[in-house]
């Protein structure tokens, strides 16, 4: 299976702490991405990071991408109550188009 | 509009039953997907849809049919079902095949009784 592995399965902060979760996947890519889903809900794209870059930002998110590690990580700054939901990467298939394999996914909770 | 909307957001049926999911998107996108999710699970694949194409089935059983009537419209037409396919199926679209960014909508939880 191609899925990612992600670490750590769940996370609980004090808000206002920064929140790192971490991304391993198996297979070479051209990008790897982050959704967050909010309990029961549908995901969201937060950022789509490619293989020949090394970090990327989006508000208070950072991305960083080792792609000789195999490996990423987001981490989320000057966390909020409203962070609270599960983070997913997601690597497409290569030559599988747009066939996204989801990682296992953090639960991230962020208590006032 | 960059929303994808799911009928029904909840649905309850019988093994015996025969039911639809609806999913609709109006922001010209030629891919739509179908996903299920277990609890505490990422998702998975079911079918991809490329310009109102089956282009992938990841061997779902025949009891799950897709359909796509139209580039905004996708359905997926339930049948004979086992409790173990309670889940929540999540449908999403993009821009076209090669395009990486998706949209999801907000689901729709299935409890098969």
């Known amino acids: 299976s191609q899925q990612g592995e992600e670490d750590p399965q769940a996370l609980s902060i004090q808000e206002g702490e920064n929140a790192t979760m971490n991304c391993s996947y198996k297979?070479?890519?051209?990008?790897l991405q982050w959704y967050r889903q909010n309990s029961g809900r549908g995901l969201v794209h937060l950022i789509l990071?490619?293989?020949?870059?090394r970090e990327k930002h989006s508000g208070r998110l950072r991305v960083t991408l080792d792609t000789s590690k195999k490996s990423s990580s987001l981490l989320i700054t000057a966390s909020r109550a409203a962070d609270t939901a599960s983070y997913f990467c997601?690597?497409?298939?290569?030559?599988?188009?747009?066939?996204?394999?989801f990682g296992t996914g953090t639960q991230l909770k962020v208590e006032l | 509009d960059t929303e994808v909307t799911q009928t029904p957001k909840h649905l309850v049926m019988g093994m015996t039953n025969k039911k639809s999911l609806k999913c609709e998107q109006h922001?010209?996108?030629?891919?739509m997907y179908w996903y299920k999710q277990k609890a505490k699970k990422p998702p998975e694949l079911m079918f991809v849809?490329?310009?109102?194409?089956?282009?992938i089935n990841e061997s779902v059983p025949s009891r799950f049919s897709p359909e796509c009537p139209n580039s905004s419209l996708l359905n997926l037409h339930l049948h004979a079902l086992q409790p173990e396919d309670s889940a929540l199926y999540l449908c999403?679209?993009?821009?076209?095949?090669?395009?990486?960014?998706?949209?999801f909508g907000p689901g729709t939880r299935l409890t098969v009784t």
């Open positions: 999403a679209s993009s821009q076209g095949p090669s395009s990486y960014e998706q949209y």
């Open positions: 297979t070479s890519i051209n990008n």
């Open positions: 990071i490619r293989s020949n870059e």
């Open positions: 997601a690597t497409p298939l290569t030559g599988g188009g747009n066939k996204l394999t």
């Open positions: 922001m010209g996108h030629r891919a």
């Open positions: 849809y490329s310009y109102e194409k089956l282009s």
